[in-house]
């Protein structure tokens, strides 16, 4: 067969082509000779799948898309966003017609596009920022849950933004899974990005006999670092402390490390298969191993040599919510049960079906406190009916959470916004405090943005609540609550960054 | 007459009987056919006016001769083939797989490197594979060259994201459609041209978002891609006379698309609240008349080339221009913009019905194919969306069993009468 002529010709423009796109995006860059302007975002790291490799999503003030009035710019129209700098960050300050645009310290004129939702809908600017990336694999364990990013953005010499770097702070605080309490004298910890002492020494008492007084300014201090994303940790009966990792969102295994009091890592990480369940201040890490089939699941117990204790199963839709001793908590939608080790063998000793489960936890080895439809109630061993605790006046979903001594916090979910284009959704929850003996406190509401959705709180193996001195710690979303109870208020909140060096990411 | 067409037939299938059929090429085809015919001509067995009809009978059936043309193509069985493209789509999917799971690990010149490298690489074993000589393996080369496709595409994505482009508008797109079309007829492959009517359409539908303001896939605009679907038929048209076979490839392409597009607008449940365009929204009235213009152009430029033939005449000027022109005229109907109208519904069928006719005087069997799918998808459709709240169920889908088991079998013997009528026609 004779080849066409004009045959290698149209062949070889192709990478041609490419070339072209490749001088064009060096272009942009190399001859870019505007400011690297600081923006703070968010990140999520999402791991690779067989057809497509990891990626990092930034959200944030400048990536947001902004409401339109269409009369004025109309859908597919070109438009700029001006934002004025406000301390870290930019805040949005108008819509404007297309045009040269400032790029400087205090004004930023971002490009966007005026889009329609596919169905309806308001038009929206949408801002021409890169969003995503493609990161290596070994990045996404490197990035924490709820990670904050300093971007550095460039205008472009073809006025295509770009992204110059991404940096992460390095004690950002993360979503906390675990606030730990600690002998007297020593101070609580908290299991997030990083481990982080609640240093003492920033509000020590005036007679010494506690802390906590002023609380004002509340300081974090990262005493070290945990590889991997932190998904549960306790303090053992010995005070060290188990802090159990994944290396990434798709890893079926838990790395286990055990730290001193002071944060010291005291040995290797121990590797376990399986989905971690619950911890124990015994050093017990139940595990569901293998795949969970049609039939269920199987349930282990393991000790922190890795040796298999005590074994149970797993229905379909249940999980563990707590251990205590030889006492493991299993819950579903529809039911709780508490179970007992007997023989090797985890035996039911109560079961109490309930509608809408949303949240248990073990007050003690013969007290459950569940979160259901109607209420929150209190489960004792023994007894079948269900004592009604507290039913909120409004609201929707809510979590328990207890802690050794038997106190109790309920947080109802009031609201939970999330706008089109933003991944990160605003919340809003209400706070209830119950001691081991008395009755419940309101202690209010609190705000934020963002952090593990509500779902995900409620199946985390560690406790988020601590109480000393009358003060109580509860880790929420990316931020840790700071409440005075007998003055029922909100006193502080943890959620900065508590400097230290940083990583970059991009 | 007929005992002379059996001698006609007898004599040109002996010639090429003598020859390697597998290697014929339709135009060595043809040339022999004219030169009988010219030669009974000139010997007195056929006047003046049956050899003129029969020349132009075969210049339709075979297409224009090229002159000096020196072309063997092989045909494989059709079970190699279907492995051959089979295999092409898998390696196609695997390459695309590779860019995208592996992008985010690969440092800035690895990225670069790789993304003209292995375009590169692929074009140059394929125009190795094609180049004649004891080497040559043209199958082979074809496979390469389709991936050279994908490659660029890939590339071309992946690149723009790094460098964090926001194009206007897609013109690099359009530009690797049309070289990949190109490449196409050249090397005869269907499933390069194939990969370029995808590349075309994707173009365009950027080209709606960005004009219309969008969503990206735009499949809530799915007028102009009437418009687009029509381009393409006509262009099939034309290019059956370079290739009959890719050029009746491009009439089933846009068939599809202008029944899919005219298909969504039709569905009760679609909704499509799309802003009409302004006046100031010259963007969006050009992706939306623009290409019925193109489908005029070449419409017209088909009827100069094929001038006096009245099958031609027939199968263009009825049914397609009249769906053309009654589509782009239906674009200014005020209404279609805000809500589903009757007329959504009556362009659908009327589209059908008028692929089917054309089918028929085009000589296309698989356009004759899609239009009767599309045309019962139609009455299965209106059915539904008539009868499911008035009726009971158990009646509703009695009737509609009934209908689809007796409906389809009158549309299959339609449909056969159709296909032969292209036979006794030819």
């Known amino acids: 067969m004779k080849r066409p002529a004009f045959l290698p010709f149209a062949a070889l423009l192709l990478p041609v082509l490419l070339g072209l796109i490749v001088m064009m995006g060096e272009w942009n860059r190399r001859l870019d000779r ?17 057809y497509s490799g990891a990626r990092l999503l930034l959200s944030g003030p400048i990536l947001q898309p902004r409401d339109v009035d269409e009369k004025v710019f109309r859908a597919g129209s070109d438009v700029l966003l001006r934002f004025r700098k406000s301390g870290d960050d930019w805040v949005f300050v108008e819509t404007r017609a297309p045009g040269e645009g400032r790029w400087n310290a205090s004004t930023l004129d971002v490009p966007a596009r005026v889009e329609r939702a596919r169905y309806g809908g308001s038009a929206k600017a949408v801002p021409l920022v890169p969003k995503e990336f493609a990161i290596p694999e070994s990045a996404v364990s490197r990035i924490r849950g709820g990670a904050r990013l300093r971007l550095s953005l460039r205008r472009g010499a073809l006025g295509n933004v770009w992204v110059h770097s991404a940096v992460q702070s390095a004690d950002a605080l993360g979503d906390v899974v675990a606030l730990l309490d600690g002998p007297p004298g020593t101070p609580p910890v908290a299991v997030g990005s990083a481990m982080f002492l609640l240093d003492p020494r920033e509000f020590a008492t005036a007679d010494g006999s506690g802390w906590m007084a002023p609380i004002a300014d509340l300081k974090i201090a990262s005493v070290a670092a945990v590889p991997g994303r932190p998904v549960g940790a306790v303090t053992l009966s010995d005070g060290r402390i188990l802090v159990a990792a994944t290396r990434g969102p798709s890893d079926r295994g838990i790395d286990l490390t055990v730290y001193g009091p002071d944060g010291k890592s005291t040995g290797e990480p121990r590797h376990l298969d399986g989905l971690l369940q619950a911890l124990a201040a015994d050093g017990s890490i139940w595990m569901e191993e293998g795949r969970r089939g049609s039939s269920g699941g199987r349930l282990v117990r393991r000790d922190l040599s890795g040796s298999r204790g005590a074994e149970g199963g797993l229905d379909t839709g249940e999980f563990v919510f707590g251990a205590r001793d030889d006492i493991v908590g299993r819950r579903s939608g529809a039911m709780v049960a508490r179970d007992r080790i007997d023989g090797g063998r985890l035996a039911e000793t109560d079961r109490w079906p309930l509608d809408s489960v949303q949240g248990a936890c073990l007050r003690s080895r013969d007290a459950i406190v569940a979160s259901a439809r109607g209420g929150v109630f209190l489960l004792k061993a023994g007894v079948r009916q269900p004592e009604t605790l507290f039913v909120p006046q409004s609201g929707g979903a809510s979590s328990v959470s207890c802690d050794e001594a038997g106190d109790v916090v309920v947080a109802v979910r009031l609201a939970e916004s999330r706008r089109v284009y933003e991944p990160r959704a605003e919340w809003t929850e209400h706070l209830y405090y119950q001691p081991a003996v008395g009755a419940f406190v309101d202690l209010g509401e609190i705000r934020g943005e963002g952090g593990e959705g509500a779902q995900a709180i409620l199946r985390e193996p560690s406790p988020r609540m601590l109480v000393r001195n009358g003060i109580l710690f509860y880790a929420v979303r990316g931020q840790i609550a700071v409440f005075d109870i007998a003055a029922k208020t909100l006193k502080a909140r943890i959620d900065e960054r508590a400097g230290g060096p940083s990583e970059k990411i991009l | 007459m007929a005992p002379l067409r059996s001698v006609i037939r007898r004599d040109s299938l002996k010639e090429i009987e003598r020859r390697d059929w597998a290697r014929a090429a339709m135009s060595e085809i043809r040339q022999v056919l004219e030169s009988h015919v010219r030669g009974w001509g000139n010997a007195g067995l056929l006047d003046g006016a049956q050899r003129d009809r029969i020349l132009a009978d075969i210049a339709i059936t075979y297409g224009p001769a090229r002159a000096g043309q020196d072309q063997t193509k092989t045909r494989f069985s059709v079970g190699v083939w279907i492995l051959l493209s089979l295999g092409t789509l898998a390696m196609a999917a695997a390459l695309a797989a590779w860019f995208a799971r592996d992008w ?41 060259l389709t991936l050279t496709a994908i490659a660029t595409l890939s590339a071309t994505s992946l690149l723009s994201e790094s460098y964090d482009f926001h194009p206007r ?59 687009l679907g ?142 009767v799918v599309f045309f019962a998808l139609d009455v299965f459709s209106r059915f539904s969306e008539w009868f ?25 013997r339609v449909r056969r009468r159709l296909v032969r009528r292209i036979g006794e026609a030819s």
């Open chain 1, 34 to 50: 505007s400011a690297a302007l600081v923006a703070l975002a968010s990140a999520q790291a999402i791991g690779g799948t067989p």
């Open chain 2, 169 to 227: 508008h897609a013109a690099m797109t359009f530009v690797e459609a049309a070289l990949f079309a190109v490449m196409a007829f050249l090397v005869d492959s269907a499933l390069l041209l194939w990969t370029a009517v995808i590349t075309l359409s994707v173009a365009f539908g950027f080209e709606v978002y960005s004009c219309w303001g969008s969503t990206w896939i735009s499949i809530a605009r799915p007028l102009p891609f009437v418009g």
């Open chain 2, 104 to 144: 985010g690990d690969w440092g800035r010149l690895t990225r670069v490197l790789l993304s003209l490298g292995v375009p590169a690489v692929l074009a140059l074993a394929g125009l190795f594979s094609l180049k004649p000589g004891p080497r040559s393996f043209p199958a082979l080369g074809k496979v390469f």
């Open chain 2, 230 to 371: 029509l381009a393409i038929l006509v262009g099939g048209l034309l290019a059956r006379g370079v290739s009959r076979r890719l050029g009746e490839q491009l009439l089933v392409a846009g068939t599809l698309m202008t029944q899919t597009a005219l298909y969504l607008l039709s569905l009760k449940a679609f909704d499509f609240r799309e802003p009409r365009p302004t006046g100031e929204m010259i963007g969006a009235w050009l992706v939306l008349f623009a290409p019925f213009a193109l489908a005029l152009l070449l419409l017209g430029a088909a009827a100069r080339r094929r001038r006096g033939e009245v099958t031609f005449a027939r199968a263009a000027a009825i049914p397609l221009l009249s769906m053309l022109l009654l589509f782009a005229l239906s674009s200014l109907w005020p209404g279609r913009f805000y809500e589903r109208s009757w007329v959504d519904g009556v362009l659908f069928t009327l589209a059908t019905i008028a692929g089917a006719f054309f089918g028929v005087q085009a000589g296309s069997p698989a356009v004759i194919n899609v239009s």
């Open chain 2, 388 to 412: 499911w709240e008035e009726m009971p169920a158990v009646s509703f889908f009695s009737l509609m069993g009934l209908l689809l088991i007796l409906g389809g079998i009158a549309l299959e």
